[in-house]
């Protein structure tokens, strides 16, 4: 393969319903910051159906070019279509680098390109750098999150990787930021859909996803049952936060999976994280270590967590957790 062919750093601009994904534009900034050690230029593929005139959030945040894929058949995400329309860009304009969100449509979608175009694809990166040769290097945790291992794709292009939302810190929009904006027509081989949409049923939720929550009140085995998760919820409310939890709770049955932070679960980053009976596991920390601010309740002096926490209080949570509360909810009342 002649890698010199291959140039510029590509990222999936992920959308649904019209609306561009965060994680794009963390993944904008990633690829700014890689495009400019590289002296290349960032690309944005935004693929669906009416939504070219959203191509320019993409240029505030970093984007040279979009390249628009507007089609019906691209209205709602299918894997084939998608896979149809990303593989043809891919396969016409070379990129060196291309990136993806490591969301349920991103972790879809990479394998089949990368399948597809015959190259590595490394998942779940928490870093991106470039070598001194301009390779990409994909860090990701390894062998359960005990070791950090950087991956390289030396002899395929493009390289791959997807990113969970999240990880990287989205940049500011700057509105007056230029780029160009080109239409691409895909040839698809309908012959190959064999899947069909025929309805969508939404969930019913009224939590807020955890990953936009401002703050988070995250509890452990130390916080034990529902009962102890209650405790939590009514702390949350008292201070508009979302409740989360560590993964044995989510084993335990107690909170569901969309509600876990750490390498398995989501990463958070909000301004204020309450550690609630959390011993402070390295696949723990890895989700949370990025908040701005950490406050940690454990009754063992000497857990883990203490060492990434900047406030931590030693003591029983279930009896820390109410006194807490009544205070908090006294200072709100006042302020009414
Ligand atoms: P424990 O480790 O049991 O800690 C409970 C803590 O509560 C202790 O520190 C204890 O001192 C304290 N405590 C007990 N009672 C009280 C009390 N009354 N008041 C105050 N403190 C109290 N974990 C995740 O969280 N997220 C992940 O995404 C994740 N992914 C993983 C992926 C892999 C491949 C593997 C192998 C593991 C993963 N884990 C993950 C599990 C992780 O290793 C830990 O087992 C888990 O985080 C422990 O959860 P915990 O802190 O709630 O429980």
Avoid: W
Wanted: net charge neutral; glycine share 10%.
């Amino acid at each position: 393969m002649d890698k010199t062919q291959y140039k510029d750093v590509y990222v999936f601009a992920e959308q649904r319903e019209g609306v561009i994904q965060n994680v794009a534009f963390e993944l904008l900034g990633k690829a700014r910051e890689l495009a400019d050690r590289l002296n290349q230029k960032v690309v944005a593929i935004l693929a669906g159906s009416g939504i070219k005139e959203k191509a320019k959030e993409l240029i505030a945040y970093g984007a040279d070019f979009v390249l628009c894929v507007d089609a019906p058949e691209l209205k709602q995400y299918i894997t084939e279509p998608y896979a149809q329309a990303v593989t043809q860009i891919i396969r016409e304009r070379k990129p060196s680098i291309l990136l993806i969100g490591a969301t349920t449509i991103g972790r879809d979608l990479g394998p089949r390109l990368s399948a597809r175009l015959e190259t590595g694809l490394t998942a779940d990166c928490t870093g991106l750098d470039i070598s001194e040769e301009g390779d990409l290097l994909m860090t990701r945790p390894a062998f359960g999150g005990n070791l950090m291992a950087t991956i390289i794709c030396k002899e395929h292009r493009p390289q791959m990787s997807t990113v969970r939302p999240g990880v990287m810190r989205m940049g500011t929009a700057n509105e007056k930021r230029e780029g160009t904006v080109e239409d691409i027509t895909v040839h698809f081989d309908t012959s190959k859909f064999k899947v069909r949409i025929l309805e969508v049923v939404k969930e019913q939720r009224n939590l807020i996803d955890i990953t936009e929550a401002k703050v988070l009140v995250s509890g452990g085995r130390g916080v034990g049952n529902t009962e102890g998760f209650r405790m939590l919820e009514d702390m949350a409310g008292a201070i508009g936060a979302e409740v989360s939890s560590s993964r044995a709770m989510v084993d335990a049955g107690i909170m569901t999976h969309d509600r876990q932070v750490g390498q398995t679960g989501k990463t958070v980053r909000p301004n204020l994280y309450f550690a609630m009976g959390i011993s402070g596991a390295i696949q723990h920390l890895a989700g949370m270590e990025e908040s701005d601010y950490i406050i940690a309740i454990n009754k063992d002096k000497y857990a883990p967590i203490f060492q990434v926490a900047d406030l931590g209080i030693v003591g029983d949570v279930r009896k820390i957790v109410p006194l807490l509360t009544e205070k908090l909810k006294n200072e709100r009342n006042k302020v009414k």
